[in-house]
């Protein structure tokens, strides 16, 4: 079992910044991919990034490449999801996950959750 709790979230107006944080704990951190996952209102949860447990692989959706950064701290049982030049529909819940793979379908699943945390883009 892995415990993860989000935090970071909040009002930011556009263009600016924010830097997520998930701390976990229960099974060995440095072993999982971990990854950040997305929902806006009244549309579905999509993928934002992963990262590969030793930290040397990361990948991210389209969309987010080069203006989100996705990092680990194994010694803290951290990763964190820097976010630069926020757009407004940045906006959403964000989620995340550990385990995080990916299927032979595209897309990506995580097997454990955390309960997200908000993040407000204003214009």
């Known amino acids: 079992q892995v415990q993860l709790v989000e935090s970071g979230g909040g009002l930011v107006q556009v263009g600016g910044s924010l830097r997520l944080s998930c701390a976990a704990s229960g099974r060995a951190f440095s072993t999982l991919f971990m990854g950040w996952f997305r929902q806006a209102p009244g549309k579905e949860r999509e993928f934002v990034a992963r990262?590969?447990?030793?930290?040397?692989?990361?990948y991210y959706a389209d969309s987010m490449r080069g203006r989100f950064t996705i990092s680990r701290d194994n010694a803290k049982n951290t990763v964190y999801l820097q976010m630069n030049s926020l757009k407004p529909e940045d906006t959403g819940v964000y989620y995340c996950?550990?385990?995080?793979?990916?299927?032979?379908?595209?897309?990506?699943?995580?097997?454990?959750w955390g309960k997200g945390t908000l993040v407000t883009v204003s214009s």
């Open positions: 996950a550990a385990d995080v793979r990916r299927a032979s379908s595209g897309h990506y699943l995580g097997d454990y």
């Open positions: 990262i590969s447990g030793d930290g040397g692989y990361t």
